[in-house]
């Protein structure tokens, strides 16, 4: 497919990938098999929306197949296409392999616009999109389990559910088909903040370094620091808000669809998400000054840039003009290959975004774990622990001849939660994954971007995944 297409997208992970290939010790033969995608799904199929018939055009990528089920997010967009879903689905190979989660890489992707169609019709275009998936096989909870991305969320995935339902009711696991579900219909809490919260712990995690941040003429932590985000949809609100939360950040800057507002005092998330559900944007923000153009914020002076959109955001003509010392890719792919040399060169340090968007997938992972099991995470032990805790407690002020007091007693004597469990899981994944790539970069002199070493890191993996099959030697 022509650069045009989509701005070169897949051309730019093919290249990332190039770049790193030589530094993993794998032969050619392997490589190849690992940078293609196995199977491409497109499909066009007629919705009637009002008195007429649109011929919806749609994909389904699985890149890998060396694990199974495949899995990855769908996007409604109008701009999706068959080289933007590729490279999202390969994206998601490498993903998987970087946080652990058992999974080859897929991607869906239907090409509309959501704003311009009702609920009910967009339920219509769901289900026949997944009516479309099981009559090709290319559904399942062993097969290929799809979950939210870009203009979808939990409302689509219930819609997915309930359609493989209609067909495959019988079968004991139907429920792993997909995530990202409702919680009252066998999702699990924390999946809908999990991306968004892992960009908080990711970025936590690079500027708990001391060596790193001094590179940068940065202190160490987040407290205090400046975040400016482009896209205040799922992945960027819950970043803002958590990063806002629990890290101390100052959030300077915020773009949405329809502009972007500065504020150096910083700005409350949660109001402003107040606001822009009031107004229906999030311009004209009380004690915010309106900036010029909503790519503005590509260029402003932060410490941290969270671009939380779409892909291409930072290329070659705006790359020279980026300010921010930290660049967090929460959104897949926002920048180009060609602008990473430019932002490399300037010093800036770049997270990238199969390592620091995979929050998601790794809530995916457990969600689809508890499907399997039929038993919300625990169910079983939490109150056995709770007892356990209580007799420790007893015992201190047994020998001690003190006692604790009420609201101490609770924190200390509480057995885990589904949502606490879910929590420690991707702070544990997140914090172990971003240690794996840090010390690839530091093992490898030639490796000198965390980019290419988390590649490094996937792709070692992905190919012993492979050598262990006994397909290459
Ligand atoms: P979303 O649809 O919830 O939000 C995206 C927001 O970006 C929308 O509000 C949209 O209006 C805004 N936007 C679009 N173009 C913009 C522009 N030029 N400037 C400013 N704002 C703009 O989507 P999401 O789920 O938050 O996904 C965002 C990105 O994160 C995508 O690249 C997606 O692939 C990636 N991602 C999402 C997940 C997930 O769990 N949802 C997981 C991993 C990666």
């Not at 990528?61 to 060396?66: L, N, P, Y």
């Not at 669809?257 to 606001?275: F, N, P, R, T």
């Not at 457990?366 to 625990?378: D, Q, T, Y």
């Amino acid at each position: 497919m022509s650069k045009s297409a989509n701005g070169g997208f897949l051309e730019s992970v093919s290249r990332n990938f190039d770049k790193a290939a030589p530094h993993t010790g794998l032969h050619k033969g392997l490589l190849a098999q690992i940078k293609a995608c196995n199977s491409v799904y497109q499909m066009r199929f007629p919705v009637r929306i009002g008195s007429e018939y649109q011929v919806i055009e749609a994909y389904r990528v699985q890149h890998s197949h060396h694990r199974l089920p495949t899995k990855g997010g769908i996007r409604y967009s109008q701009k999706v296409n068959q080289e933007e879903v590729m490279a999202l689905a390969t994206l998601m190979t490498y993903k998987c392999a970087i946080v652990d989660v058992p999974f080859g890489g897929a991607k869906g992707g239907v090409k509309i616009s959501p704003r311009e169609y009702t609920t009910a019709q967009l339920q219509k275009i769901t289900r026949r999109y997944t009516t479309e998936l099981i009559r090709k096989n290319f559904i399942g909870p062993g097969i290929d389990v799809p979950a939210p991305d870009y203009g979808t969320g939990s409302r689509e995935m219930a819609w997915i559910l309930d359609t493989y339902l209609t067909f495959k009711g019988g079968e004991i696991d139907a429920a792993g088909c997909v995530t990202g579900k409702p919680v009252n219909q066998s999702g699990i809490r924390g999946r809908t903040e999990a991306t968004g919260r892992g960009v908080f712990y990711g970025i936590r995690e690079a500027c708990s370094h001391k060596d790193d941040m001094a590179k940068l003429g940065l202190t160490v932590g987040t407290e205090g620091k400046t975040m400016a985000i482009q896209g205040l949809g799922n992945v960027g609100y819950h970043t803002g808000i958590i990063s806002q939360e629990e890290g101390g950040v100052k959030i300077i800057a915020v773009a949405e669809y329809e502009g972007a507002i500065y504020s150096e005092d910083g700005l409350d998330i949660k109001k402003l998400l107040a606001h822009r559900k009031k107004t229906g944007s999030i311009l004209d923000f009380p004690g915010a000054k309106n900036m010029k153009q909503r790519k503005d914020i590509l260029e402003l002076k932060c410490d941290i840039l969270v671009p939380a959109a779409l892909e291409n955001q930072i290329r070659k003509d705006n790359a020279s003009k980026v300010k921010a010392k930290i660049i967090a890719e929460a959104a897949n792919g926002p920048i180009t290959a060609d602008a990473e040399e430019v932002l490399l060169k300037k010093g800036i340090m770049i997270i990238p975004d199969m390592y620091i968007n995979a929050g998601g997938v790794t809530v995916s992972y457990f969600e689809w774990l508890k499907n399997l099991s039929h038993m919300r995470f625990g169910r079983m032990e939490k109150r056995f622990n709770h007892n356990t805790y209580r007799n420790l407690v007893a015992l201190v002020e047994r020998m001690t001849g003190k006692t604790v007091g009420a609201k101490e007693r609770d924190f200390l004597t509480r057995g885990a939660d589904e949502i606490d469990l879910v929590r420690s899981g991707l702070e544990e994944t997140m914090i172990t994954s971003y240690d794996q790539i840090r010390s690839t970069m530091k093992r490898k002199k030639a490796v000198t971007d965390l980019r290419s070493a988390a590649f490094v890191s996937a792709l070692n993996k992905i190919g012993s995944d492979y050598e262990s099959l006994g397909i290459f030697p």
